[in-house]
């Protein structure tokens, strides 16, 4: 993790906080993230609602679409881990780092260069570590449900998900789900809830379409 050249020293205090989890701050008496995360927040939204509309010809209600992809927490993680932020993030005993906090703290992040250096350095600190995601048209977890409604409706076609087995003890189970387009099953995928188990299904529906088999 460099964040040199957005103004930011790995020593910086601002830095440090908005690495700091809420367990890590309480038992040493620290301040946490979760305040500089709601600022980030906004900016990451400004900055991106910013370079769609000067960089696209996209309609109002397109344009929320794919930004809603490019600002989701899964897109998040994967941007902090591109840079390897989740390695710095400062969590407490017995507390895992897991997506949700590693998105968190690149908010807050984005808040901290802000609060530093002024908008055109988060801006850049932004558009570094998102657009190669933009401009490779990555497709993350939380959205391959959304994507795979918007490729079957231009053709005007149905999609469901039906859960095909569930194994496990209820601490640890696994869900398998199938998704079915038009009646047809499509795909199958697994995970450790529903949600997930749809989502992964989704994931190898798009594979499979991509790749021109069914």
């Known amino acids: 993790m460099d964040l040199e050249k957005y103004g930011l020293k790995n020593d910086n205090p601002i830095l440090l906080r908005a690495l700091t989890h809420s367990s890590y701050a309480n038992e040493h008496h620290e ?3 979760e305040r500089l995360e709601f600022l980030g927040d906004a900016v990451l939204e400004l900055v991106m609602s910013e ?3 000067k960089n696209t010809e996209l309609k109002e209600g397109e344009m929320t679409k794919i930004r809603s992809r490019y600002v989701c927490e899964e897109a998040l993680n994967e941007y902090a881990k591109s840079i390897k932020l989740d390695e710095h993030i400062k969590v407490g005993e017995g507390t895992k780092n897991n997506a949700t906090v590693t998105a968190d703290v690149f908010e807050a992040v984005v808040a901290a260069i802000y609060l530093n250096c002024g908008l055109n350095k988060a801006r850049e600190f932004i558009l570094d570590t998102a657009l190669p995601f933009v401009k490779n048209n990555t497709i ?6 959304s994507y795979l409604q918007e490729l079957v409706q231009t053709d005007q076609r149905s999609v469901e998900y039906r859960v095909v087995s569930e194994t496990g003890p209820a ?7 199938e998704v079915l387009v038009d009646n047809i099953v499509f795909a199958h995928g697994k995970g450790k809830s529903k949600k997930a188990a749809e989502q992964n299904a989704a994931k190898n529906a798009i594979e499979l379409s991509a790749g021109g088999k069914q």
């Open 31 to 33: 301040e946490n993230y």
């Open 51 to 53: 370079y769609f509309y």
């Open 140 to 145: 993350f977890l939380s959205d391959y449900k």
């Open 171 to 177: 601490h640890d189970k696994e869900f398998e789900v």
